[in-house]
């Protein structure tokens, strides 16, 4: 099990930008399948982005795709998701989550296949 702790959060206005981070603690996060998901008001989580255990693959959500970077630190233990270009509908609790087994393909868009999440970080993007 991993500890995740996300951080960067913020209030900011439409074009702006945030780079939200995400350290694990408790043991390594190489090797993992890693994910950001963000959940709105009175609704799911959804998937936002995600890196395969080898971190060759990326992916990445429509909504999200060329304004959002996925990346990650082996050596800090850290994963970060580069945020341009943001709009008010960006506006939700932003989670990093890390897959339950080590070198492990999953299914990088459903949130049943991570075993491990942070408690969240806040953005809010108005107009």
């Known amino acids: 099990q991993v500890q995740l702790v996300e951080s960067g959060g913020g209030v900011v206005q439409a074009g702006d930008s945030l780079r939200l981070s995400c350290v694990g603690s408790g043991r390594t996060i190489t090797g993992y399948a890693m994910g950001w998901f963000r959940q709105f008001p009175g609704k799911e989580r959804e998937f936002v982005a995600a890196?395969?255990?080898?971190?060759?693959?990326?992916y990445y959500a429509d909504s999200v795709k060329g304004r959002f970077t996925f990346s990650s630190n082996n050596a800090k233990n850290m994963l970060h998701l580069q945020m341009n270009n943001l709009k008010p509908e960006d506006t939700a609790v932003y989670f990093c989550?890390?897959?339950?087994?080590?070198?492990?393909?999953?299914?990088?868009?459903?949130?049943?296949?991570?075993?491990?999440w942070g408690r969240g970080t806040q953005v809010t993007v108005s107009s």
């Open positions: 890196q395969s255990y080898g971190g060759v693959n990326l």
């Open positions: 989550a890390a897959a339950a087994k080590q070198f492990t393909d999953v299914d990088p868009v459903d949130g049943n296949e991570y075993a491990d």
